[in-house]
Nanobody, 125 residues
Framework: QVQLVESGGGLVQAGGSLRLSCAAS????????MAWFRQPPGKEREFVAA????????YSADSVKGRFTISKDNAKSTIYLRMNNLLPEDTAVYYC??????????????????WGQGTQVTVSS
């Protein structure tokens, strides 16, 4: 069993910053990519950012480029999402995900095999 546990969400004012963490535990698995998705209130889940577990290559949604940074710590089996200059439209439940697939569409939620329970981020104006 693989568990992904997110932490670091909360309430912040517009322009503020937060750092989310996602720790993987349980049985070992050959993840290829880990990612962050978010689901705003009343909307569908959307891609935020992804990072290649072996390569370190990163991919980000246009809406967060220049503001959000994804990173990883292989030794801790953890990824992070540093979020700067937060906007009210960033309010959402943020989910961590991992996949064992190769060459797939990293922007698609269907690519990912494992998901965390989510952490709420609320940005007030």
């Amino acid at each position: 069993q693989v568990q992904l546990v997110e932490s670091g969400g909360g309430l912040v004012q517009a322009g503020g910053s937060l750092r989310l963490s996602c720790a993987a535990s349980g049985r070992a698995f050959s993840r290829t990519v880990m990612a962050w998705f978010r689901q705003p209130p009343g909307k569908e889940r959307e891609f935020v950012a992804a990072i290649g577990w072996g390569t370190g290559n990163t991919y980000s949604a246009d809406s967060v480029k220049g503001r959000f940074t994804i990173s990883k710590d292989n030794a801790k089996s953890t990824i992070y999402l540093r979020m700067n200059n937060l906007l009210p439209e960033d309010t959402a439940v943020y989910y961590c995900a991992a996949t064992v697939a190769y060459g797939a569409n990293w922007y698609s939620a269907g690519t990912y095999n494992y998901w965390g329970q989510g952490t709420q981020v609320t940005v007030s104006s």
